[in-house]
């Protein structure tokens, strides 16, 4: 592939990486009401995520996601919706091949972790960025 194709392969993939996020955060926003204290702490999760994923690992990042999800709550959404991104066609080169985030990632190889890191990373990043323009905060 030559440089013009792989720059084309980029941009496509950040687009359908903000495209998801920007679906992920409407679909909040609809879910928990746009005046919800759920919805300013599904916000204050998303800014909160990449420092535990870079601090922590991705591992003990989705365990605590994991452990915090109750009924329907910020934390159950995101983790809901970080599956779905891993079994849709927006990744690169990764589908998550079972229903549970976490113990499908701690089965990856090195390779395809840090993969998963780092496109889990550029995912939430996008999220963040359209729950701070979308989600009024206090």
Known sequence: MNIQGEIKLLEDL???R???AYKCVKEAIGKFGEKSETLKEYRSYLRKIPSMVLNNGLGQTLAFIKS???????YDTIQKQLTNYFKSHSPARIRITQDDILLWAISLSSEDYRFV???L????????????????SD
């Open 121 to 136: 990373l550029s995912l939430i990043n996008w999220m963040k960025r359209f729950a701070e323009g979308m989600i009024e």
């Open 18 to 20: 903000a495209n998801f």
């Open 14 to 16: 950040e687009r359908s």
């Open 117 to 119: 890191t780092e496109e």
């Open 68 to 74: 915090k999800s109750k009924g329907g709550n910020a």
